[in-house]
């Protein structure tokens, strides 16, 4: 069964960092786009990041560009979301997507939580 976790989710203050990894198994993880989500309460979910393959193109939301970095490390299967320069508005549950054609999975979500 494919899986994808994230972890590092966590309680930040306000300019701080953390970093977001998602680990995937159960699929051939460097034949797949993998992205970062996430929704706030309230609000839809939304796109920050992502990366394809194999070249590494990236794409990032707008409000995150300059602090978030996202990459991947396709000999551990895994997708990181650096966070740099937290702020409040980043407050939201972070999701890791892996797309390749008609497949698509989801990660159950990690949270983050930007406050003083």
């Known amino acids: 069964q494919v899986q994808l976790v994230e972890s590092g989710g966590g309680l930040v203050q306000p300019g701080g960092s953390l970093r977001l990894s998602c680990a995937a198994s159960k699929f051939t993880f460097s034949s797949y786009v993998m992205s970062w989500y996430r929704q706030a309460p309230g609000k839809e979910r939304e796109l920050v990041a992502s990366?394809?393959?194999?070249?590494?193109?990236?794409n990032y939301v707008d409000s995150v560009k300059g602090r978030f970095t996202i990459s991947r490390d396709n000999a551990k299967n895994t997708v990181y979301l650096q966070m740099n320069n937290l702020k409040t508005e980043d407050t939201a549950v972070y999701y890791c997507?892996?797309?390749?054609?008609?497949?698509?999975?989801w990660g159950q979500g990690t949270q983050v939580t930007v406050s003083s």
């Open positions: 990366i394809t393959t194999p070249g590494g193109n990236t």
């Open positions: 997507r892996a797309q390749y054609r008609f497949e698509d999975y």
